[in-house]
């Protein structure tokens, strides 16, 4: 018996979980998004020490890049969304014809959209390591490391698509075995292509190893081919294996118009959102650019570190998509109201959890992507600022999840901009002057606090900013 199937049959036939059951649900969900997660940050873990060992230019050159992959990425992400809710909605309410329909819309414009935007951000990989300052050791590394991952942004996108709707059907366990593999393939490519041939002893015997010894540029391929493969995989089980959105001989009930609009409503302000905060990222990357190439190193191997903390919050905030999405569907307000704060409240104990055992292995957590003692220090250091933040972090990053299932975009983009540009970057810039890296981590601890504590209140007092579409907080 499938217990987590019954508890979302439960809901979309109107009944009501106790909180036993509840919790139950919420945990079923989470954690094989969670497990994901987690497995996906440790491949980066091993995939930026694969780097990092090479020298400090190589990790810098990524580093200096990432902002920009993680602004594509946000975009592909946000494309994806506003086709994912509708699934939920229309499974929730039992339409699961309309589903599909949308299933298929989705899959063919989330494709197109990112080629297109791919394509674009190819044009101007040249620019890009100018634009935010970068040495002109870094730049050719760079530049093809940001070449390769646009012209892979099409298969992020259905990687993104599949798993969401997947997700939104109630299916947690493939999008996250699929994630787990992808990961693995990508340590396994960059174990060939990042490094040249060389001799390695296994027990006690040398073997030649082959190698492309491609360096930076060998890593954004190895992720490519990654994602490509996870990307077939992921739409073969939901085209052909899930239960409620498998492809049928049956018409389309609703026109691609309707649900193209539909999307743009929930998407554009993700989009906006996701470009704006990008912005930001890219922004706070040049201020640190400024501090030297070993700040680099050591900003962007503490964001992968910090990552393996908050990611969690993430497989949380999938769950509380799905299951505000199908509440919503299915018209119950009240039990969606209960399981979001339900959400909120276990995603901020497991982010408290995280964050204590983030501080107390900080040293070792940069120590594993990094051999060199400054690096080390500096990693050290800001990690253990950031822990405190935590809790709020992961706050708002499920309560924005809780949103997005209600269809309700716009506000929370906002008040991440507001967080973002109005807290975060002028903090970073004068901290900057004064700590150098620590004070863009003291500013980030700060606006992370400050976000979460808007995103609870805001839930918590929905009425009184005047929400319209999350009728559950009424």
Sequence with gaps: M???????????????LNKRESLSMIVRLSIPVILAQITAVIMQYIDASMVGHLDTNSAASIGLISSSTWLLDGLASAIAIGFNVQVAHRIGAKENVKARNVVRYGILTAFLLNLIIGLISLSISGWIPVWLGGTKEIRPAAVAYFSVFSLSLPFLALNFVGAGMLQCSGNMKIPSILDILMCLLDVIFNFFFIFPEREMSILGNIYKIPGLGLGALGAALGTALAELI????????????????KLRKEPYEIKFINVFIKAIKISLPVAIESIAVGASYVVSTGIVATLGTTAVAAHSFSITAESLCYMPSYGIGAAATTITGQCIGAGQKKMAKKLAWMTVLFGMALMTISGGIMYFLAPDMIGILSPDAEIIALGTMVLRIEAFAEPFFGASIIITGIFRGAEDTLIPGIMNLFSMWVVRIPLSIYMAGIWGLRGVWIAMMIELIFRGLIFIIRLLFTRFFGLIQINFCR
């Design 2 to 16: 499938n217990i987590l199937k019954d508890y979302l049959k439960a809901i979309r036939d109107g009944k009501y």
């Design 230 to 245: 996870a990307a077939v995989l992921m739409l073969y089980f939901l085209l052909f294996y899930s239960e409620s959105l």
